[in-house]
Each structure stands twice: as structure tokens, then as C-alpha cells.
């Protein structure tokens, strides 16, 4: 082990933060349960609960005695600055014996708050320690047992405290030595004492690696706990239980929109489907459409899809009205960026939302289902085949950030069949034909997990499904080309300018700028001063500080990740509007299971700290 007394490193210097973040990563792979905001891991010794005649240096790790070492009245010990978190599950710290001094009268072990520092650990009661010149252990009393050998100069102690079994035991330069204590209370400090002139040692309480195999022992009680979780018997009530998780199963995938995945579960487990699915299909339809960061026509099409909705969640609205603006400083939102391929003459218009569907109109043959994969409009390169899908011709305004949806026209989403005949009779009777919009509607409507910049989907040529990837050719022949002679490559690089380098859309954000500030301004007399609002709208603004927003303090609002909380917000509130339970109980069910596991560990259910939910997940 690296010894850790070589120099004291003031804070601020490089090599101090590097230390400190090996020494975070390491207790959080230690100890993932463990939340230090609320129960803070010992990480030094404390120079408030110590003796006198300890002193400390080398931040805290370095304890040497500077007593008289008369007698046993001379002794004197220091605690951790934080006691063992019940939440470890397992704790360990090792202390490496730098020098024994003159006697070697050193104990190593655990205290609870309170107890006499004037005393080597394990000498009174809550006090339990190791001790260096006779190996034997001591347990709240001055006569000790015979445990281990003895240590000296250059050893290294471990102390690993078992919060499972409530146990402890000792390792001498990574052996381990046995147990030594049971029936430990909890909350007990990591302890050092020493009690003759000379005696120095270094503490590790996870700044360095360990010598002794603290992993492995952990990973051994985990295989235990997760055994123990297996073997737990079910008895009768098995088809209950396979009935609540069928239909709770059933109720996630008809929340996240997976309609044919949905259906194909219900056939095979025989169980209901709650939703209509013309009205999952709506709902996919909208979450597609913010995940590709068009969130003007989200708007849009929730506004006529759900009247009213919008206008009874103001802090809704607004929260999506904030995302636009950011969508349009990305480049990505349709009412900047349809402006950058239209032609000058028709720049005084905005274009209407692009077909929602490719079965609506051969004019816009080339936009995928549901807007997620659309490759049109993006920075102000269209292919030139279809750069005519946008004429300025039935145009439609945006709902501005002030008013409601705007009457529709045949390309706005109004004037889409969201209604689509997905009756089970047609499923079954079609399985697999290509004509079955049942069967195919998760090649064209489920939700793909793919990041889009200034609207040009990353790897676009490849969409996740369900799990798996399908491969298409989302643009038609010239793949290659975006156009108009400008590379794939080329147009990435110019991608990233602010509303994909168009004047015009540049005038148009500004625009819809001054309509949120109003918008904000208006909810602020309804409703009185927000400052979630207030400091939403700041950040979205700040955007136009910088001259590269993707690379500023604020420009993590531009990543396409941020969309999907606002996706779920809104999905959320469309079916709460139904009826139907905003969040679904698959997922209440393992967040409840969650926080009852680390509510558990935390009041000293040691075994809890090992039964993460997540391992379960498969």
C-alpha cells in the first residue's frame, strides 16, 4: 500500500483534487447505497473529538502521540470525524503502523460518540478495539482476549465492520484475522489510540486502494443476499402475482406508447388494454414529435388533439413554450427551421406543421411517421427532390407564445387521421401483412432513443425498435448528398450556428422571444411571481450571450437529452386528462420498492444495502 504520510498536499492543489476524486469514486463503488449528503462517510480523523495528547497532520490521515507514556493514564485515542453509515452494508478502513515507538502500545477498533478518548479503544463499554503489543481484542472492558498476533512497524491493520450481521473482524496485511466482536450497536466511529512517545500511523479510510480484499469479501455477501431474494418461497398465490405483473407490464407499455408491443403482450397473457389505441397512438405521435425537438407542433397538435388541456396546466405551456425557444436556437423547432429553405419571396410567411404521417398527401411522401426521423428543413439544407414540400402555398403561423392554436390546414396536424382503424378484428386477421397498420405501427411510431442536432438525426440511417435496430433509408437516393452539393460531413459543420445560420429564422426566434417574455409577464398577474419561471426563461435566453450556445455555461439546455423529461411531463399530463394514472404503476411499484430498500438500509437493515432493485432488473 502506498504509503500515505509522504507530505500534507494543500487544498486547491492538483494533486489534492485528484486525490479526492479517486477517493469519491472509491467509496461510491464501495458504498453506492450510501447517501453523504444525509449520513457522510468518515474520511479522517477529527481534530475536534481527540485527546491531547494525539496530534494530527497530513490532512487529518497521521496520528502521533506527543504524551508523557508514563502508564495507561497516559493513553489517548481520536474518532473518525463521521461515524459508519448503516447504509454500508459492509465498512472498511485500514491503518498502516508507521512507526510502533517505544512500546507499541497502539489499539485500533470502534467507539460510539461519547466514550473517554483518554482511553485506548475497547477499554470501556461501546468500545471495541485491537490492540498491537499483545494481538488481543478488546471488548468494552480492560481485560482482553486472545485473538491475532501482534503488530508492529511497517503492518498494515484493517477493520471491516459486517452492519449485516453486526459484526467485526480484522485483516493484518490483507489476511483476514477472524472475528472478533458480534452484537455491535450501531453508529460507531472508526477509532485510533495510542499511549507511548513515538508511536505514528497513517489511516485509509479509502484515499488509497486497500490491501486486503475488501471487494470480494463484499461481492460474497451480495451472491448471499441475492440467493437468500431467489430462494424466497412464493407458495400459492403465483398466478395472483403473475396477473398483477402482467397487467402492471401491460399499463407501461400502453404509457410509453408501445402500441404493438401492447397488443402483442395482451394476446399472449389474455389481458385488457385500458387505452383506446387511436388514443395511444396520439400520444406517441406528440412525444415523437418534442424528442426530435419540434416542439412547436407538439403544441400544436396537443392543443387540437386535447382542447384545453394546455390552458389548464399554464405551468405546462410555459415550460413547453421555453423549450421551443431552445429548440430554435438549436435550429430544430419547425418555425425556424422550414425558414431556412424557403425561397426569399416567401420568407414572410411561416410554413404549416409538416405532415405528421406519410400516408397524407404524396407531396410529403419523404417525412417519416410521427416527425422523429423527418430529414427535412434541417440548417438550411434540403434534399432537392423534395424541396418543394414546403411551398408557401397553405401555410399556417405557429400558435405564438400568447395564443392558442391557429385554424389548420391540410398540412397541419389537425388535418391528420390520428384515428387510424387499429381494431383487434383487422390484427388478427392481417398478422402480418404490410398493409396492417396495427402490425406496423411500431416500425413507424415507437419512440426512438436517438439524438438530433439542428434537426439531423445522428446516425440516422439505423432507428432503435423494442430493443433492436432496423436499418431504412429515411432519405431516398443521393444519401450522400443532403441536396444541394453540401456533404453530410460539411453540413455537420455548419450546423452548429444559431437557428442553422438563417436571417430570417434568427428574426423569427427573436420574435417568438418577445412573446414568451410576454407570456411570463401575463402568468405573473394570474398567477403571481414564479421563480421557476423567472429563471427558465433566463437560461433560455442566455443562450443568445454566447456566440457558440453549445459551448456555454448555459448550452446543456441545447442537449437533445433535455427533452425528455419535459416528453414525460407532457405525456403525464395528457393522461391524467384522461383518467387514466399519470405515472405507471410498474414504475410507482420499483420506485416504492427503491426507496423502501434504502429507507431500510439506512435504519440499519444492513442486508438492504446489498438488495439494490435495479440488480433485479433484467
Request: with cysteine; aromatic share 8%; glycine share 8%.
Given at each position: 500500500?502506498?504509503?500515505l504520510?509522504a507530505?500534507?498536499?494543500?487544498?486547491?492543489?492538483?494533486?489534492?483534487?485528484?486525490?479526492?476524486?479517486?477517493?469519491?469514486?472509491?467509496?461510491?463503488?464501495?458504498?453506492?447505497?450510501?447517501?453523504e449528503?444525509e449520513t457522510?462517510l468518515p474520511?479522517?480523523w477529527?481534530?475536534?473529538?481527540?485527546?491531547?495528547?494525539?496530534g494530527?497532520?497530513?490532512?487529518?490521515?497521521?496520528?502521533?502521540?506527543?504524551?508523557?507514556?508514563?502508564?495507561?493514564k497516559?493513553?489517548?485515542?481520536?474518532?473518525a470525524t463521521?461515524?459508519?453509515p448503516?447504509?454500508?452494508?459492509?465498512y472498511?478502513f485500514?491503518?498502516?503502523?508507521?512507526?510502533?515507538?517505544r512500546d507499541?502500545?497502539?489499539?485500533?477498533?470502534?467507539?460510539?460518540?461519547?466514550?473517554?478518548?483518554?482511553?485506548l479503544?475497547?477499554?470501556?463499554?461501546?468500545?471495541?478495539?485491537?490492540?498491537?503489543?499483545?494481538?488481543h481484542?478488546?471488548?468494552?472492558?480492560?481485560?482482553?482476549?486472545p485473538y491475532?498476533p501482534?503488530?508492529?512497524?511497517?503492518?498494515?491493520?484493517?477493520?471491516c465492520?459486517?452492519?449485516i450481521?453486526?459484526t467485526?473482524?480484522?485483516?493484518?496485511?490483507?489476511i483476514?484475522?477472524g472475528v472478533?466482536?458480534?452484537?455491535l450497536?450501531?453508529?460507531?466511529?472508526p477509532?485510533?489510540?495510542?499511549q507511548?512517545?513515538?508511536?505514528?500511523v497513517?489511516?485509509?479510510f479509502?484515499?488509497?486502494?486497500?490491501v486486503f480484499d475488501?471487494?470480494d469479501?463484499?461481492?460474497?455477501w451480495?451472491?448471499?443476499i441475492?440467493g437468500?431474494?431467489?430462494?424466497?418461497?412464493?407458495?400459492e398465490?403465483?398466478?395472483e402475482?403473475?396477473?398483477?405483473?402482467?397487467?402492471?407490464?401491460?399499463?407501461?407499455?400502453?404509457?410509453?406508447?408501445?402500441?404493438?408491443?401492447?397488443?402483442?403482450f395482451?394476446?399472449?397473457t389474455?389481458?385488457m388494454?385500458q387505452?383506446?389505441?387511436?388514443?395511444?397512438?396520439?400520444?406517441?405521435r406528440?412525444?415523437?414529435?418534442?424528442?426530435?425537438?419540434?416542439?412547436?407542433?407538439a403544441i400544436e397538435a396537443?392543443?387540437?388533439?386535447?382542447p384545453?388541456?394546455?390552458?389548464?396546466?399554464?405551468?405546462?405551456?410555459f415550460?413547453?413554450?421555453c423549450?421551443q425557444?431552445?429548440?430554435?436556437?438549436?435550429?430544430?423547432d419547425?418555425?425556424v427551421?422550414c425558414?431556412?429553405?424557403?425561397?426569399?419571396?416567401?420568407?414572410?410567411s411561416?410554413?404549416?406543421?409538416?405532415?405528421?404521417?406519410p400516408?397524407?398527401g404524396a407531396?410529403?411522401t419523404?417525412?417519416?411517421?410521427?416527425?422523429?426521423?423527418?430529414?427535412?428543413?434541417?440548417?438550411?439544407?434540403?434534399?432537392?427532390?423534395?424541396s418543394?414540400?414546403?411551398?408557401?402555398?397553405?401555410?399556417?403561423?405557429?400558435p405564438?407564445?400568447?395564443?392558442?392554436?391557429?385554424s389548420?390546414?391540410?398540412?397541419?396536424p389537425?388535418?391528420?387521421n390520428?384515428?387510424?382503424?387499429?381494431?383487434?378484428?383487422?390484427?388478427?386477421?392481417?398478422?402480418?401483412s404490410t398493409n396492417?397498420t396495427?402490425?406496423?405501427?411500431d416500425s413507424?411510431?415507437?419512440?426512438?432513443?436517438e439524438?438530433?442536432?439542428n434537426g439531423?438525426?445522428?446516425?440516422?440511417?439505423?432507428?432503435?425498435?423494442?430493443?433492436?435496430?432496423k436499418?431504412?433509408?429515411?432519405?431516398q437516393?443521393?444519401?450522400?448528398?443532403?441536396g444541394n452539393?453540401v456533404?453530410?460531413?460539411?453540413?455537420?459543420?455548419?450546423?452548429?450556428?444559431?437557428?442553422?445560420?438563417n436571417?430570417?429564422?434568427?428574426?423569427?426566434?427573436?420574435?417568438?422571444g418577445?412573446?414568451?417574455?410576454?407570456?411570463?409577464?401575463?402568468?405573473?398577474?394570474?398567477?403571481g411571481?414564479?421563480?421557476?419561471?423567472?429563471?427558465?426563461?433566463?437560461?433560455a435566453?442566455?443562450l443568445l450571450?454566447?456566440?457558440?450556445?453549445?459551448?456555454?455555461?448555459?448550452?446543456q439546455?441545447?442537449?437533445?437529452?433535455?427533452r425528455e423529461?419535459?416528453?414525460?411531463?407532457?405525456?403525464?399530463?395528457?393522461l391524467?386528462?384522461?383518467?387514466?394514472?399519470?405515472?405507471?404503476?410498474?414504475m410507482?411499484?420499483?420506485g416504492q420498492a427503491?426507496e423502501?430498500?434504502q429507507?431500510?438500509?439506512?435504519?440499519?437493515s444492513?442486508s438492504?444495502?446489498?438488495?439494490r432493485?435495479?440488480?433485479f432488473?433484467?
Amino acid at each position: 500500500m502506498a504509503e500515505l504520510g509522504a507530505g500534507s498536499l494543500p487544498l486547491g492543489d492538483p494533486a489534492f483534487n485528484y486525490q479526492e476524486h479517486e477517493l469519491n469514486e472509491r467509496l461510491k463503488r464501495l458504498y453506492p447505497a450510501v447517501n453523504e449528503e444525509e449520513t457522510p462517510l468518515p474520511r479522517s480523523w477529527s481534530p475536534k473529538d481527540k485527546y491531547s495528547y494525539i496530534g494530527l497532520s497530513q490532512n487529518n490521515l497521521r496520528v502521533h502521540y506527543k504524551g508523557h507514556g508514563k502508564n495507561h493514564k497516559d493513553a489517548a485515542s481520536v474518532r473518525a470525524t463521521h461515524p459508519i453509515p448503516a447504509a454500508c452494508g459492509i465498512y472498511y478502513f485500514e491503518v498502516k503502523i508507521v512507526s510502533k515507538g517505544r512500546d507499541g502500545y497502539m489499539g485500533i477498533g470502534l467507539s460510539a460518540q461519547g466514550v473517554n478518548m483518554n482511553r485506548l479503544p475497547g477499554w470501556d463499554k461501546h468500545s471495541y478495539g485491537y490492540h498491537g503489543d499483545d494481538g488481543h481484542s478488546f471488548c468494552s472492558s480492560g481485560t482482553g482476549q486472545p485473538y491475532g498476533p501482534t503488530f508492529t512497524t511497517g503492518d498494515v491493520i484493517g477493520c471491516c465492520v459486517n452492519l449485516i450481521n453486526n459484526t467485526c473482524f480484522y485483516t493484518k496485511n490483507g489476511i483476514s484475522l477472524g472475528v472478533a466482536f458480534t452484537d455491535l450497536p450501531p453508529n460507531l466511529y472508526p477509532t485510533v489510540g495510542l499511549q507511548t512517545p513515538g508511536e505514528i500511523v497513517d489511516a485509509n479510510f479509502g484515499q488509497q486502494p486497500f490491501v486486503f480484499d475488501i471487494e470480494d469479501y463484499m461481492s460474497e455477501w451480495r451472491a448471499k443476499i441475492h440467493g437468500m431474494i431467489a430462494r424466497f418461497p412464493i407458495g400459492e398465490r403465483l398466478g395472483e402475482w403473475q396477473a398483477v405483473l402482467q397487467n402492471m407490464v401491460s399499463s407501461y407499455l400502453v404509457h410509453h406508447g408501445y402500441c404493438a408491443t401492447a397488443t402483442a403482450f395482451a394476446r399472449a397473457t389474455e389481458t385488457m388494454i385500458q387505452e383506446d389505441q387511436t388514443s395511444i397512438k396520439n400520444r406517441q405521435r406528440i412525444q415523437k414529435l418534442v424528442l426530435a425537438g419540434r416542439v412547436g407542433e407538439a403544441i400544436e397538435a396537443t392543443q387540437q388533439l386535447y382542447p384545453g388541456l394546455l390552458e389548464h396546466n399554464p405551468n405546462l405551456l410555459f415550460m413547453l413554450k421555453c423549450r421551443q425557444f431552445v429548440e430554435m436556437v438549436n435550429g430544430t423547432d419547425s418555425e425556424v427551421r422550414c425558414l431556412t429553405v424557403r425561397s426569399p419571396k416567401s420568407q414572410d410567411s411561416y410554413p404549416g406543421s409538416p405532415n405528421l404521417s406519410p400516408r397524407h398527401g404524396a407531396s410529403n411522401t419523404h417525412l417519416h411517421t410521427g416527425g422523429a426521423d423527418s430529414p427535412t428543413c434541417s440548417n438550411g439544407v434540403t434534399p432537392t427532390n423534395k424541396s418543394k414540400s414546403h411551398s408557401s402555398t397553405g401555410s399556417v403561423k405557429y400558435p405564438s407564445a400568447s395564443s392558442s392554436a391557429s385554424s389548420s390546414t391540410s398540412s397541419s396536424p389537425s388535418s391528420v387521421n390520428y384515428s387510424e382503424s387499429n381494431s383487434s378484428e383487422s390484427t388478427k386477421s392481417q398478422p402480418h401483412s404490410t398493409n396492417s397498420t396495427q402490425e406496423t405501427s411500431d416500425s413507424e411510431m415507437e419512440i426512438e432513443a436517438e439524438h438530433y442536432t439542428n434537426g439531423v438525426a445522428e446516425g440516422s440511417s439505423a432507428r432503435i425498435m423494442n430493443g433492436t435496430y432496423k436499418h431504412e433509408e429515411i432519405l431516398q437516393q443521393d444519401d450522400n448528398s443532403l441536396g444541394n452539393g453540401v456533404t453530410a460531413d460539411e453540413d455537420c459543420s455548419k450546423s452548429r450556428q444559431l437557428c442553422g445560420g438563417n436571417q430570417a429564422a434568427t428574426e423569427r426566434m427573436i420574435q417568438f422571444g418577445r412573446e414568451l417574455q410576454a407570456l411570463q409577464e401575463q402568468l405573473c398577474r394570474e398567477y403571481g411571481k414564479n421563480a421557476t419561471h423567472k429563471k427558465m426563461l433566463q437560461d433560455a435566453f442566455s443562450l443568445l450571450a454566447y456566440s457558440d450556445p453549445w459551448n456555454c455555461p448555459v448550452g446543456q439546455q441545447l442537449d437533445p437529452t433535455q427533452r425528455e423529461s419535459l416528453c414525460s411531463a407532457l405525456n403525464s399530463a395528457i393522461l391524467e386528462s384522461q383518467n387514466l394514472p399519470k405515472q405507471p404503476p410498474l414504475m410507482l411499484a420499483l420506485g416504492q420498492a427503491t426507496e423502501c430498500v434504502q429507507l431500510m438500509a439506512r435504519v440499519r437493515s444492513g442486508s438492504c444495502s446489498f438488495a439494490r432493485v435495479d440488480n433485479f432488473l433484467h
